[in-house]
T-cell receptor, first 112, second 114 residues
Framework: NAGVTQTPKFQVLKTGQSMTLQCAQD?????MSWYRQDPGMGLRLIHY???????DQGEVPNGYNVSRSTTEDFPLRLLSAAPSQTSVYFC???????????FGSGTRLTVV | GQQLNQSPQSMFIQEGEDVSMNCTSS?????WLWYKQDPGEGPVLLIA?????ELTSNGRLTAQFGITRKDSFLNISASIPSDVGIYFC??????????????FGKGTKLSVKP
């Protein structure tokens, strides 16, 4: 099992560019989520999904879009990148909200 | 919104020492989880707690779900160099019958004493 796979591992964007961070899991988990990690801020929830076709906003959703067309994939789209979105992004999945999450290894994004 | 206060923010360990850290909140939580993050990697689940008063071990690690449901503790006994990293607590708040998403503490950074 690969677990949770995130691509790319590193990305540099110019302000205003858009891009999609990919996340895929092969554990048949219903619940998937995206977090951003900034120094001193811990992990903050961006968006989450409790199953295919269902998504909802987390704590810091502005500037990001998600969709969940399949159980396996949960891409995160940056609509118009801003320097404030420079961060490390983690995708996580679990059988449900009450269970421990499995995290991917992260995407390190720099917006210049 | 909900917040978890994790302490200490950082600590230095010498091999063989015991380590303690904790997380507290003003709100009630249904679930407490403890994660460890190594540099350049995602957090890895260490221990999950689902019941008030529950005490669970994973090797040299022991965690407890506080009896008030507002706190949790993690102890590491006889630390070794590979224990270095950032430890996060995470809790799932209870919202009067419904359950919220996990909230993470800001982490405790374990480093080796110079």
């Amino acid at each position: 099992n690969a677990g949770v796979t995130q691509t790319p591992k590193f990305q540099v964007l110019k302000t205003g560019q858009s891009m999609t961070l990919q996340c895929a899991q092969d554990m048949n988990h219903e619940y998937m989520s995206w977090y951003r990690q900034d120094p001193g801020m811990g992990l903050r929830l961006i968006h989450y999904s409790v199953g295919a076709g269902i998504t909802d906003q987390g704590e810091v959703p502005n500037g990001y879009n998600v969709s969940r067309s399949t159980t396996e994939d949960f891409p995160l789209r940056l609509l118009s990148a801003a320097p404030s979105q420079t961060s490390v992004y983690f995708c996580a999945s679990s059988f449900g909200q009450t269970y421990g999450y499995t995290f991917g290894s992260g995407t390190r994004l720099t917006v210049v | 919104g909900q917040q978890l206060n994790q302490s200490p923010q950082s600590m230095f360990i010498q091999e063989g020492e015991d380590v303690s850290m904790n997380c507290t909140s003003s709100s009630i939580f249904n679930t407490w989880l403890w994660y460890k993050q190594d540099p350049g990697e995602g957090p890895v689940l260490l221990i999950a707690l689902y019941k008030a008063g529950e005490l669970t071990s994973n090797g040299r690690l022991t965690a407890q779900f506080g009896i008030t449901r507002k706190d949790s503790f993690l102890n590491i006994s006889a630390s070794i160099p590979s224990d270095v990293g950032i430890y996060f607590c995470a809790g799932q708040p209870y919202y009067g019958g419904s359950q919220g998403n996990l909230i993470f503490g800001k982490g405790t950074k374990l480093s080796v004493k110079p």
